[in-house]
């Protein structure tokens, strides 16, 4: 009797555990399913903070991302709904309550609202409140991921152009500016009286050699005719 006890007690706990777990899937097919892809997990967030993920919304329901504190447990509500577009893709700019101080650990939350719990939402931003409130009956949230409250955003770096060099003028370092070159038209270049010369030079040097069969003997052919020149005159004295 007392084994048939335990296993009666045992069957009870199954039951109740998948009875348990057939009402959360239950729950998420009626409100749809939400993905947050960004910020990573355990980032770090500004004061303001570009959120973006996917979601697939039920009839009747709509999509919130609200911060979370829960060391107060606590929802800060702000803005509106998130409008999510034909692709299933959404986008969100949240800006942090100034309840949570900088470096600080806390939610961002996925919230799924059928339209009363959207109202207390709405009410609530309306109103200015920025104490943090509970989730209404009929807001649940989906998904979460758990960031790290940060002072200032991110800076958004832009790439600078190449800096043109610089240069050292009486121990000032300054960039040089670039110069524009004038543009100029091709000309005719004078002949220089250099290659002039050596034009000539070379002409020259590549002349005809002299056509005297006896190069060299010039001075002996004019001494030659002095001396015929000289007994022709002696020979006519003497007559």
Avoid: C
């Avoid at 039951?15 to 009626?30: C, D, E």
């Avoid at 807001?139 to 240069?167: C, D, G, M, Y």
């Amino acid at each position: 009797m007392g084994k048939l006890k335990w296993v009666v007690l045992l069957l009870l706990v199954i039951v109740l555990l998948a009875a348990s777990s057939s009402t959360v899937v239950s729950a998420q097919k009626t409100q749809g399913t939400v993905t947050i892809v960004s910020p990573p997990k355990n980032g770090r967030v500004g004061p303001t903070e570009s959120v973006s993920g996917k979601a697939q919304l039920s009839k009747g329901y709509t999509l919130w991302i609200i911060p979370y504190d829960g060391m107060a447990g606590k929802y800060y509500p702000q803005g509106s709904p998130v409008t999510v577009r034909n692709d299933a893709s959404w986008s969100y700019r949240l800006s942090v309550s100034n309840a949570i101080g900088a470096g600080k650990k806390f939610q961002i939350q996925a919230i799924v609202a059928d339209k009363p719990a959207n109202s207390v939402l709405s009410n609530y931003v309306r109103r200015g409140q920025q104490t943090g409130t509970a989730l209404p009956p009929g807001a649940q949230a989906v998904n979460a991921i758990t960031v790290t409250r940060v002072a200032t955003n991110a800076a958004v770096v832009t790439p600078l152009p190449h800096p043109l060099p610089s240069k050292v003028i009486s121990g000032k370092t300054t960039s040089a500016t670039p110069r524009t070159l004038p543009i100029t038209t091709p000309s005719a270049a004078p002949i220089s009286t250099n290659m002039a010369t050596s034009s000539v030079t070379q002409a020259s040097v590549g002349a005809a050699p002299s056509r005297n069969p006896l190069p060299g003997f010039e001075g002996i052919y004019a001494l030659g005719a002095l001396a015929a020149v000289f007994i022709l005159l002696q020979t006519r004295r003497r007559r």
